[in-house]
């Protein structure tokens, strides 16, 4: 079935870049499911079929001015949905019927004492924490921690709106936990991470509930009140100055916090809420410490930490953490992968969209690939890498040399 440019055209990602025309595969999954009407055909939003495959012919460059230029090397881009894939091959109508998802949705139905698939609201509750849940277990499996920045502040919005929709289903503070250890069971052999990090999961999704529990039930009091407020005077928005103190004070994401608010109708004064948040960079750029030096307390002694990536791509340093899974160790050797602090660092950690260095970091008895740095706790850099030559040994003294042509 041909539809057009309209709906089978891909990109490009942005106003200009590359794109072209797109095949896509769709599995019907009969007359009995969806609309029943006698036309209908894929494109209809009614759920008969589903998506599977997409073959993006991609031929074009388009131009600012909607030209479509000739690639020199046009290519086929496909993308198959592959829970897609096992719910049309499982002859089921959603994939979270399928036995992906069918564990942790039992999971939830008994955590919260209802039956799936007799209340639409409570089975989309039940859908989201889920789906969350197995998010949760992956993110921190690939050493994402909760925070207010980046992929932890990801992370922390999915907490967040796990527990709200929790809450909905009347399951109390913590919950999540048992779900992950589902997530583990039933994909920790094809996913190792999750079972080698299992312990970091649990404990780190048992700090988080017991952290935000009550502040998310008063987050969520005030913000009934709010609404409440809103309604009767007539408004249709949350002002920035409530938003921000929903954030600031209760931790709660503005999406989630805009989410409830479309539940009731209303909007958010977004540019409000910049103006506040502006104002809070402004003070918090009065009151903190360059970024380049760091002073940490350890288990060792107190710590001093640079970065030197922004005048220098090589240093000498000194490891003063050494970690394997997860946990310090003195020494580590050939073939383990290992991350490494080091007090002072020539490597870029991951932090506001811009990716971290990879490099070398070598002693006089190994070397270690650096595969990637990321910016954790305290802004302090985490390298990740693989002992590739010898040992390496907690407290050594080493050289740091960042991949210049990747930087």
């Known amino acids: ?31 009995g499911i969806g609309c029943g009407k006698p036309d209908c055909r894929p494109n209809c939003d009614c759920g008969r079929f589903i998506e599977i495959w997409n073959l ?14 000739p ?10 949905g592959l829970e897609r894939t096992a719910a049309a091959m499982q002859g089921k109508a959603s994939v979270y019927e399928t036995d992906l998802f069918a564990p942790l949705i ?11 698939g007799e209340d639409e609201d409570a089975d989309r509750a039940m859908r989201i924490v889920a789906e969350h849940a197995r998010a949760i277990a992956f993110l921190i499996a690939d050493g994402v921690m909760p925070s207010n920045k980046g992929r932890g502040y990801v992370l922390h919005r999915v907490l967040c709106r796990a527990a709200l929709f929790g809450r909905k289903l009347g399951l109390g503070e913590r919950f999540l936990g048992e779900l992950a250890k589902v997530v583990i069971e039933q994909m920790g052999r094809e996913y190792p991470e999750l079972e080698r990090g299992r312990e970091l999961i ?5 700090a988080e509930e017991t952290r935000f529990g009550e502040t998310l039930d008063r987050g969520l009091n005030l913000l009934d009140g709010i609404i409440e407020e809103v309604k009767v005077s007539g408004k249709t928005a949350l002002s920035g100055e409530d938003i921000f103190k929903l954030y600031d004070t209760y931790g709660f994401p503005v999406e989630l916090t805009a989410e409830i608010a479309a539940e009731n109708g209303l909007s958010l004064d977004l540019e409000g809420f910049e103006r506040e948040m502006e104002r809070q960079r402004e003070r918090a750029r009065a009151a903190r410490k360059p970024v380049e030096e760091k002073v940490v307390i350890t288990e060792k002694g107190i710590y001093t930490l640079k970065f ?40 870029y950690g991951e932090m506001g969209g811009q990716v971290g260095d990879t490099g070398e970091i070598s002693g006089p008895h190994g070397i270690v690939r650096v595969e990637d740095s990321v910016r954790g706790a305290n802004d302090i850099t985490q390298h990740r890498g693989k002992v590739v030559e010898g040992i390496v040994s907690d407290g050594g003294r080493v050289t740091a040399i960042v991949d210049e042509k990747r930087r």
């Open 1 to 31: 079935l041909r539809f057009g440019e309209e709906d089978n055209f891909w990109g490009p990602a942005g106003e200009t870049g590359p794109c072209g025309p797109c095949s896509e595969i769709h599995y019907d999954l009969g007359e």
């Open 56 to 69: 993006v012919f991609t031929q074009y460059d388009q131009q600012s001015d909607g030209r479509h230029i």
């Open 71 to 80: 690639l020199p090397k046009p290519n086929i881009d496909t993308g198959m």
């Open 106 to 116: 039992d999971c939830v139905a008994n955590l919260a004492g209802k039956r799936y």
């Open 202 to 206: 649990l404990r780190t999704i048992e």
């Open 308 to 347: 030197v990536g922004d005048k220098r791509l090589k240093c000498r340093t000194r490891i003063w953490r050494l970690l394997l899974d997860g946990k310090p160790v003195k020494q580590a050797s050939e073939g383990q992968e290992i991350s490494i602090y080091l007090d002072t660092t020539p490597f």
